[in-house]
């Protein structure tokens, strides 16, 4: 027998053999996630219960030597669930409980298979609020959210998933299962764990369980889009609405090709010579924010806004926000490839980003899609190409993005990670020597390089790249 | 030559002979901090000036394995400070400069040495906010403060030092440089070993330069005393006026053995029958903190308070906060020893934490005055005591203290961290395996452990008892 079906014998003799599943034609669909990254079938999938079969699971794993590659939603835009070294996909549907949300401390014990957006209704149910946001959220599984450290636009007001995670059990790459961070708002007993694990991507440990934070939920919520003429004012306009200490929930900018594709699906009158739009909400108290909302519609008016719009319902609002929302999907109809970036500049250098996207659009005659976070100058910039032999180009354009990016002071990923697709990329932002000692605490967590392997660093990228 | 001497040698040829102070009468005062802990006199000071000066340090201290303990303000409450084992202290007075601040990003770069008091009101005067604010500030230093993940009052609010970090430069035990982190508020490339180094009490690297994240300075402050007439009372309270959904900066409870010793200093004027107050700050809006003052001030009436004072100007409210910030050092006037524990517990279970303190008290026949920062659940409980033989009395109490924290499912340190003091008890919440992990992660960052050595980890702590 090979290494791979002992392991499995070992995992249905301790889980149960409607865990383990082995027909291809359902493996399938464990294959790949919503990037660019090739699909890879697993050999297995494996339906974990409870912590302690994920424990076996990696036991087993351990024992032979498998891969394990731990899937949350497969929404990821790097190919962080892709198992590009086949072996065992770990999934979760049968770990997707709220297992307690304790109103007075504010806060919610939850599995990794929990769908962000049931998260995120259920606790609002009760007044509170989780404030991360991945625009996938209502596909996406808390696991996956704090593989990534998952932001989205309310990351501006309220902060990254790593924010709202107090503590975690984990299990790591032998089966040992572990309880890190705390239960309490503060705790400084040794290392912060916790916060390492978050955002690691699947390649340390694997999430069984996590107490997050909540928040009372904001009493009420208003809406404004304001239309601009051109990109250029966009930017200063963003940073003088927030010298003047306006703090919205988000400021989501759009540029005018986001505007074309998003329009008709929207129904949205505004006017023809939009070239730019912010998106900016509001949160708070009931009472104070018809005051609030009419002093930043003000502000966005004095700063140059053709027009500014605000959503007088919430039905209105979510038509709105469901056509933000559906703005990744609907690029993917407009070509038969996308390439979504995530970089991030300094606020005050979002001006130049977007003029850099702008000159690789004509230089290379892309369609580059801009739209994202402006509040944190994070930018999703997309590349659009039907013909295969413009990837070339594309990847040239990419390549000078992040050029431009680590020029401005920037990073590479605010939200996506780093997965496999911008694992080559990684040494232009961080030194070989971080980029080793990131791979010796990899390697205390996980020797066998058994976990999400092929994922994060470049020389497992690139000796890996191509098995599938 | 003794290795000490040879690395001596070699770090006056790198940094000026200058940097090296072989003075006893010197260097005594390196041998100690705000603690129980047992001062150890350093066999050297080094007073580096720069990162580049730093490494030199760190790369004879390594080749000639030497200790090195960083060294803040000396503030610190755990002996995380102290050179138990000797070699150098390496100090940053000579960098100590605010290098930048950027008021459209909201960030500033600061040195470790800069004084965190100095920070705040230098960044003040730009209306720009660091809300981090130790009961130390006007003595502690930021490297200090990344060191700990210093908390204080405002935390409640503003949240802890992490959450403020975006990057840092760090150097290696073997004298490496390594930058850390973003500029940007988001980002999410590799490992947050941002994160992991904030909190590590100078065990993992050596911070020579921070990025933080500042806020829009708050309009205005102010400032309820609330008198309630038993201690039972004040937990509930607590509770009911955060569930209403108030969002004070901060929620300070004094027990009645603290009110005793900060009332002569405080010239206060509040009911005979007082047995525990609750200092309230909130801020915002100047327009709006009238209103919120009122309604505040009538839910703590409407929660039992027995008055509630209101500091009218800003001389009022200094008064008050004096006060508090010096009770610290009035306890330690009060009793020739003083063993200050910064437990956390949930919330809800605060009440509980208090009447363990009173049964102690009662119990052991021990003075154990307790305040702290209710609003999250960490209390400073103070042991006095004059008679040696006391002590063990003291040691049985705090050890029931911590033993009743875990069963309320709390943390034995919320801001202190665990350096010599507590490392002992460290066991007491983390697992062995947890532990163990920490361990080898210290040894991916400090193979030869020369980098603060003794601290944190029991078993060091055990190894190198009484050393000194």
Redesign the interface.
Same mark, same amino acid.
């Given at each position: 027998m090979s290494p791979l079906d002992n392991a499995l014998l070992a995992i249905e003799r301790a889980c149960g053999s409607g865990s383990v599943i082995r027909d291809e034609s359902l493996r399938e669909g464990y294959a790949g996630d919503e990037s660019e990254t090739t699909p890879c079938i697993p050999e297995a999938v494996v339906r974990a219960s409870s912590t302690e079969e994920v424990s076996q699971v990696m036991r087993a794993a351990f024992e032979h030597g498998v891969p394990v590659t731990p899937r949350g939603g497969g929404t990821g835009r790097v190919g962080g669930a892709v198992p590009v070294r086949g072996g065992i996909v770990l999934t979760f549907e049968r770990m997707a409980s709220i297992k307690h949300i304790?109103?007075? #401390?504010l806060t919610t014990r939850v599995q990794p298979g929990v769908i962000t957006g049931e998260l995120k209704r259920t606790v609002e149910e009760d007044l509170l609020y989780y404030p991360p946001d991945p625009n996938s959220r209502d596909s996406c599984a808390i696991g996956g959210n704090l593989a990534?450290?998952a932001?989205g636009p309310r990351?501006f007001k309220y902060?990254?998933t790593?924010?709202y995670v107090l503590g975690m059990e984990v299990v !790591?790459a032998d089966g040992?299962v572990?309880?890190?961070g705390? #239960?309490?708002?503060?705790?400084? *007993?040794?290392?912060?764990?916790t916060?390492?694990v +978050?955002? @690691?991507e699947g390649t !340390?440990g694997i999430v069984t369980e996590a107490t997050l934070r909540l928040i009372?939920k904001p009493e009420a919520t208003v809406t404004l889009l304001a239309c601009f003429s051109g990109l250029d004012e966009v930017a200063p306009a963003v940073?003088t609405l927030l @010298?003047q200490?306006h +703090?919205p929930s988000c400021i989501e900018l759009l540029d005018s090709e986001a505007i074309r594709i998003v329009r008709p699906e929207a129904g949205l009158t505004i006017p023809d010579e939009t070239k730019a739009i912010l998106l900016v909400e509001l949160d708070g108290e009931a009472g104070?924010l018809d005051g609030d909302l009419e002093v930043c519609g003000n502000a966005l008016t004095d700063l140059g806004a053709l027009e500014v719009l605000v959503a007088q319902t919430s039905g209105e609002r979510d038509r709105l926000w469901a056509s933000r929302r559906e703005l990744s999907h609907s690029l993917r109809r407009q070509a038969k490839n996308k390439l979504s970036e995530d970089v991030? +500049?300094?606020? *005050?250098k979002m001006a130049d980003l977007l003029r850099t996207c702008a000159e690789l659009s004509d230089e290379n005659e892309l369609v580059i899609p801009t739209y994202g976070?402006a509040g =944190?100058?994070?930018l999703h910039v997309n590349f659009l190409w039907d013909d295969p032999d413009q990837k070339r180009k594309v990847d040239d354009a990419v390549k000078r993005l992040f050029e431009r990016v680590i020029e401005l002071?920037?990073?590479? /990923?605010? #939200?996506?990670?780093?997965g496999v697709l911008?694992a080559p990329y990684?040494p232009m932002?961080? /030194?070989l020597? !971080?980029?080793d000692?990131?791979q010796?605490?990899k =390697?205390?967590?996980d020797p066998k390089h058994i976990l999400n392997p092929g994922k994060?660093f470049p020389a497992d990228a690139k000796r890996f790249h191509g098995v599938c």
């Amino acid at each position: 027998m090979s290494p791979l079906d002992n392991a499995l014998l070992a995992i249905e003799r301790a889980c149960g053999s409607g865990s383990v599943i082995r027909d291809e034609s359902l493996r399938e669909g464990y294959a790949g996630d919503e990037s660019e990254t090739t699909p890879c079938i697993p050999e297995a999938v494996v339906r974990a219960s409870s912590t302690e079969e994920v424990s076996q699971v990696m036991r087993a794993a351990f024992e032979h030597g498998v891969p394990v590659t731990p899937r949350g939603g497969g929404t990821g835009r790097v190919g962080g669930a892709v198992p590009v070294r086949g072996g065992i996909v770990l999934t979760f549907e049968r770990m997707a409980s709220i297992k307690h949300i304790d109103r007075n #401390e504010l806060t919610t014990r939850v599995q990794p298979g929990v769908i962000t957006g049931e998260l995120k209704r259920t606790v609002e149910e009760d007044l509170l609020y989780y404030p991360p946001d991945p625009n996938s959220r209502d596909s996406c599984a808390i696991g996956g959210n704090l593989a990534t450290n998952a932001g989205g636009p309310r990351a501006f007001k309220y902060g990254v998933t790593r924010e709202y995670v107090l503590g975690m059990e984990v299990v !790591l790459a032998d089966g040992t299962v572990l309880q890190l961070g705390h #239960e309490t708002k503060k705790g400084v *007993t040794g290392y912060d764990l916790t916060a390492l694990v +978050v955002g @690691s991507e699947g390649t !340390l440990g694997i999430v069984t369980e996590a107490t997050l934070r909540l928040i009372p939920k904001p009493e009420a919520t208003v809406t404004l889009l304001a239309c601009f003429s051109g990109l250029d004012e966009v930017a200063p306009a963003v940073q003088t609405l927030l @010298s003047q200490g306006h +703090v919205p929930s988000c400021i989501e900018l759009l540029d005018s090709e986001a505007i074309r594709i998003v329009r008709p699906e929207a129904g949205l009158t505004i006017p023809d010579e939009t070239k730019a739009i912010l998106l900016v909400e509001l949160d708070g108290e009931a009472g104070r924010l018809d005051g609030d909302l009419e002093v930043c519609g003000n502000a966005l008016t004095d700063l140059g806004a053709l027009e500014v719009l605000v959503a007088q319902t919430s039905g209105e609002r979510d038509r709105l926000w469901a056509s933000r929302r559906e703005l990744s999907h609907s690029l993917r109809r407009q070509a038969k490839n996308k390439l979504s970036e995530d970089v991030v +500049v300094p606020r *005050t250098k979002m001006a130049d980003l977007l003029r850099t996207c702008a000159e690789l659009s004509d230089e290379n005659e892309l369609v580059i899609p801009t739209y994202g976070h402006a509040g =944190d100058g994070n930018l999703h910039v997309n590349f659009l190409w039907d013909d295969p032999d413009q990837k070339r180009k594309v990847d040239d354009a990419v390549k000078r993005l992040f050029e431009r990016v680590i020029e401005l002071r920037g990073t590479l /990923s605010g #939200e996506h990670g780093i997965g496999v697709l911008k694992a080559p990329y990684l040494p232009m932002e961080q /030194s070989l020597a !971080l980029i080793d000692l990131q791979q010796r605490i990899k =390697d205390v967590f996980d020797p066998k390089h058994i976990l999400n392997p092929g994922k994060i660093f470049p020389a497992d990228a690139k000796r890996f790249h191509g098995v599938c």
